[in-house]
């Protein structure tokens, strides 16, 4: 079974990261940008070869998704990754934003 990840995330400016320390100078991250209509663009997820295969993306994932709802903003699943999961949870779907910002006429 996967062990939970004590996730971290950190923000700098219209710039995020979601990461989690594995151990043995090995991190787990997901990094993202903040769009000026506050959806945020998640632009990748990478996990060290070695802890491949043992969801720690999924973790991260299922975090944006959990602020996302707490916090109330949209994501644009840019990440292969990530998109590939927005697929997988239909129950996500509200949460995805248009790969577009809208309109500011």
């Known amino acids: 079974m996967t062990r939970p990840l004590q996730i971290e995330h950190t923000r700098n400016g219209s710039e995020g990261r979601y990461w989690a320390d594995l151990g043995d100078g090995f991190e787990a991250e997901m990094t993202y940008r903040i769009r000026a209509d506050g959806a945020r663009i998640i632009d990748h997820t990478g996990v060290p070869k070695p ?3 043992r969801g720690y993306a999924l973790q991260l ?7 996302a ?3 109330d903003f949209r994501i644009v699943p840019l990440c292969p990754y990530v ?3 927005f697929r997988r949870h239909p129950e996500w779907e509200d949460l995805r934003a248009s790969p577009q910002p809208p309109d500011r006429h």
């Open 69 to 71: 709802r707490e916090e």
């Open 61 to 67: 994932v299922r975090r944006a998704i959990a602020d």
């Open 51 to 53: 802890f491949e295969g």
């Open 83 to 85: 998109a590939v999961q």
